[in-house]
């Protein structure tokens, strides 16, 4: 199998001043990002508010300026503007889908924009055609094509941005935690639609959650980012199962588990403090400063992303010790 | 000992569309030093039916009914007004879920969560309250109380802050406190920091908490005792193993099963409640759950299903269950 996308050190800074004459200090949203994606694979991206998930996958589709390293999709570096091809190959779908649709618009205005955009169809009948075969994919009928977005439910919006995001036929997708605003019972109906239309259009996906559970299940494999840099990647049930880095060890054990036994037998491990500024970032290691094993060395040195075992990295000068502790 | 006994409480908003029944005939109670959950999604009626309870609708246009609500023996339906802004804040507290919104941006913090003591313990002075405010912040592990209580919200992060609202509500020492979904906007990993705060807290000083959330798997491990809602009404009710381990109503055990987790078999889709959540203008005779559930049956549609004790502590609204069979292999 070969890499649909590879990213490789990735950054994303943006200048930030303090007030108009200051010196300009700088945001390290995304730091020296590598990781690649298998294609007809789900990639899932965890990690808290602020790590800086969401701007990876806003700098691969585009949407936010790259400062530093390469993209390649499908081999080919991606250029510093996405042509409209590209654009065409790549889709995202947003965390709200209130925000994303056009509230002026009819569902049909909105849905015949990607097709004509890409010039994908050719008469109207065959618009028509390719928007109603779209929407029964995603579990809508007709009658929806008249009418605006107000007058549907969040799940069925988001049925319509999928619906939106697929016209074009793309081969990669970014969700950005497109699931996150729905509520619980309409989550699984969603997460069951992307998982079937993913077998369906042989899609790659980018999922970005702050939800585990959804990842866990969900993707194939899963990076753990931190502070803009990414400190984990494994396959999700290894992760799951036995993550490496401290981090990862401890944003596992907090997860709520629906088994109320589980929750009063095992240990949680309670990271002290929040994540730190992502302006002038710390030196070394960015989890030093809620690392419970961190040492002189990861304050002055930042570890690099290494293979621990088959498939299995972290970045963590301790990771090789702490391979089958369960204290954290 | 139940230190609030709600029986039968309503609540309705009208609109141009006719009457929104946000909460339906809803009964429960709360007990001394328990942590009760009650869980439901968005318009099942949680965060409305709490705030009847702090009367903090504006009556009318809002109609409130209810048989009785009971605080510390006291009736709160019929209550005077300043008797019941005796009691905010000082006997029953709330917090909330943007805790941002919920402080004045302008005030320094350590002047508002010191308000509390103004209005409701009138002869502290002011050295005595800015000592009581350094200590509240200290209990709830904010650290450099002196400064931090100098400074302005925003200067706060959102864990903080929610810190800074727990110190608010708590400073009183109030017997019961309302957190309608107070990590909902926070990282898992501040969720837990804060999540363990009322646990420590609810064990050092004795009270009682309600917490609402729409994440079931969040009460599994905090809460001692779950109300499920559902479009208004209470569908089930029980202990924390009750609920998670012999779910009765079809809603609660379709809710169980769409969790995923990685645990769960990746092959087969996850299991999934069909359809949405009914119109709340449209509020029919039948069980609210008609529509989606798999196990219903021809009364379910004409008449609501009353409530079946089925151990002392677990209750449930459902036909189906009552009968113990079928409802097993729903």
């Not at chain 1, 790259?66 to 570096?77: C, L």
């Not at chain 1, 779209?134 to 008249?146: F, I, T």
């Not at chain 1, 990414?230 to 907090?254: M, R, T």
């Not at chain 2, 990282?187 to 609402?212: A, H, K, P, Y």
Request: include cysteine; proline fraction near 6%; charge should be neutral.
């Amino acid at each position: 199998m070969s890499d649909l996308l590879r990213v490789e050190d990735l950054s994303v800074h943006f200048p930030v001043r303090r007030n108009p004459f200051g010196k300009p200090r700088v945001l390290k949203a995304v730091d020296h990002v590598s990781f690649s994606i298998e294609r007809n694979t789900v990639f899932g991206l965890c990690g808290e508010s602020g790590s800086g998930k969401t701007t990876v996958g806003k700098a691969i589709i585009g949407l936010k300026r790259r400062t530093g390293g390469t993209v390649f999709f499908d081999g080919e570096p991606l250029p510093e503007r996405n042509s409209r091809e590209l654009r065409k190959r790549m889709q995202i779908i947003f965390q709200d889908p209130v925000g994303s649709l056009n509230p002026q618009k009819t569902i049909r205005e909105l849905l015949a924009e990607p097709l004509r955009i890409h010039r994908l169809a050719f008469s109207r009948d065959e618009e028509e055609e390719r928007i109603l075969s779209m929407l029964e994919k995603v579990g809508l009928g007709k009658e929806v094509l008249c009418r605006h977005p107000h007058e549907f439910s969040g799940g069925q919006l988001q049925r319509i941005c999928i619906c939106r995001s697929l016209l074009t036929e793309p081969e990669f997708l970014v969700c950005d935690e497109s699931i996150a605003s729905l509520d619980v019972s309409i989550q699984a109906q969603i997460i069951n639609l992307l998982r079937s239309l993913k077998r369906e259009f042989n899609l790659t996906v980018l999922f970005i959650s702050h939800n585990f559970a959804v990842l866990g299940y969900l993707a194939d494999r899963i990076g753990v980012m931190y502070l803009g840099s990414i400190v984990e990647v494994a396959p999700a049930s290894e992760l799951s199962s036995e993550p490496l880095h401290p981090y990862s060890k401890a944003l596992l054990s907090v997860i709520p588990q629906p088994d109320p036994r589980l929750e009063r037998s095992r240990k949680k491990i309670v990271l002290e403090g929040e994540m730190p500024s992502p302006i002038d970032p710390p030196e070394g290691c960015p989890f030093f400063s809620r690392c419970p094993f961190a040492e002189e060395h990861c304050r002055q040195e930042k570890p690099a992303l290494e293979e621990v075992s088959s498939g299995h990295y972290a970045a963590c000068f301790k990771a090789k010790e702490l391979i089958g502790r369960k204290d954290g | 000992m139940n230190i609030l006994d709600v029986s039968k409480l309503s609540v309705g908003f009208p609109s141009r569309k006719g009457m929104i029944h946000a909460v339906n005939d809803v009964s429960f109670q709360l007990f001394d030093n328990e942590i009760l959950g009650i869980i439901g999604e968005s318009g099942s009626g949680k965060s409305v039916t709490v705030k009847a309870i702090m009367r903090l609708h504006r009556i009318p246009p809002t109609v409130v009914k209810a048989e009785h609500m009971i605080f510390e023996g006291k009736e709160l339906l019929t209550l005077p007004e300043p008797e019941m802004t005796a009691l905010r804040g000082n006997r029953i507290s709330m917090i909330f879920q943007n805790p941002m919104s919920a402080f004045n941006p302008i005030m320094r913090l350590g002047d508002q969560i010191g308000e509390v003591l103004i209005s409701h313990k009138a002869r502290m002075g002011r050295k005595e309250r800015e000592e009581a405010v350094v200590q509240a912040f200290e209990e709830v592990g904010i650290t450099n109380p002196h400064v931090r209580m100098r400074q302005y919200p925003y200067e706060f992060s959102g864990g903080m802050l929610q810190r800074a609202m727990i110190a608010s509500a708590l400073i009183a020492r109030p017997s019961v406190l309302l957190a309608d979904e107070p990590t909902t906007g926070l990282d898992v990993t501040i969720q837990e920091q804060i999540l363990q705060l009322i646990r420590s807290l609810r064990d050092r000083n004795g009270m009682s908490v309600v917490f609402i959330t729409h994440d079931l798997s969040l009460l599994a491990g905090f809460a001692d005792r779950i109300i499920i809602m559902y479009a208004g009404c209470i569908v089930e009710q029980g202990l924390v193993d009750e609920i998670f381990y012999s779910p009765l109503h079809p809603y609660t055990k379709g809710l169980l099963l769409s969790i995923p987790s990685a645990s769960s078999d990746r092959e087969a889709d996850l299991f999934q409640i069909k359809g949405q959540p009914p119109d709340p203008h449209e509020r029919a005779a039948g069980c609210p759950f008609y529509e989606r559930c798999d196990a219903r049956r021809k009364e379910c549609s004409l008449f609501r299903p009353a409530e079946i004790a089925v151990t002392e502590t677990h209750k449930v609204s459902c036909f189906a269950a009552g009968s113990g069979k079928e409802a097993a292999d729903v």
